[in-house]
């Protein structure tokens, strides 16, 4: 005979006290193992996402995704385990699993911006697009990534500010990952007075350069005259560093060549107007 939860319940109404009795202590033994199953199978399944954990640090994997990959493993070996519970109850299974499909498709219709969000997650995962630690760019903010949820993923902006952002807007948002590659290039520009020495003012930036062990010398640094602009003369200085270099060298240079420029008595100008009165 199968046990079904209606027997049960069924009895309750009846308040077949004795019944209830009986039934309970003749499916004792069903009972007793179906629990087993599931605090077993649950210890198992909680033992898996630790062993996952651990092979995913051995392969090198993104920590930011490890806690998502743990997730899905342990929910999917936890059903299936309380499936075979139910198996055991002589439970009908098809049955259970046609009820949750039914009862799955109505709860997404009402969840499609979370099942939305998932997917998301999902294909940041498979697509592999950053890594926690990277500088992205996506859209108006821009920050570290500190951690990737299966919903949202969190990043830390240079101000120390925690930023969550839902995953179905990073798959729909063009992404700079300022860390993908080993070097990055800085694009400065310093001005100088129309007055002042050009080849002076380039020695004065390469000495700069070469004193800083983060700067790279291949590819050599580039400087060289960018404009004529309307109150200055704008050099151009091209270089290379680490990406993870990046804002220390920027920095840097900042400070330095201001520095240099004041050693050498080179002019930095001020924007300027020149107006002339005529009289008729």
Not at 150 to 156: D, G, K
Request: aromatic share 8%.
């Amino acid at each position: 005979m199968k046990f079904y939860p209606l027997d049960l319940a069924e009895l309750i109404k009846e308040r077949d006290y004795d019944g209830i009795v009986a039934l309970i202590i003749s499916k004792a033994p069903l009972i007793f193992s179906a629990i087993l199953i599931v605090v077993v199978g649950f210890f198992i399944s909680n033992l898996i996402g630790k062993l996952v954990i651990k092979g995913l640090r051995a392969k090198g994997v993104d920590p930011s995704i490890h806690s998502f990959i743990r997730t899905i493993v342990t929910l999917i070996l936890k059903f299936i385990f309380i499936l075979s519970a139910l198996s055991t109850l002589n439970i009908d299974v098809n049955s259970f699993i046609t009820a949750l499909g039914a009862a799955g498709i109505t709860a997404g219709i009402g969840l499609q911006s979370s099942i939305s969000q998932l997917a998301s997650g999902i294909q940041i995962l498979v697509n592999h697009p950053f890594k926690s630690g990277d500088f992205i760019d996506i859209g108006t903010v821009s920050g570290k990534v500190h951690e990737i949820k299966m919903m949202y993923t969190v990043l830390i902006t240079i101000d120390n500010k925690r930023v969550i952002i839902p995953n179905s807007h990073i798959t729909t948002s063009n992404i700079i990952n300022y860390n993908a590659e080993n070097r990055r290039r800085l694009d400065l520009v310093f001005s100088v007075s129309y007055g002042a020495d050009i080849n002076e003012a380039r020695q004065a930036i390469s000495e700069v350069i070469a004193a800083n062990s983060l700067i790279l010398t291949e590819p050599e640094p580039l400087i060289a005259v960018k404009e004529q602009a309307a109150s200055s003369i704008n050099l151009a200085c091209l270089i290379w560093c680490s990406s993870d270099d990046y804002w220390d060298v920027f920095y840097y240079m900042q400070e330095a060549v201001k520095l240099a420029f004041d050693r050498h008595g080179i002019e930095i100008p001020f924007g300027q107007l020149d107006v002339h009165i005529t009289k008729e």
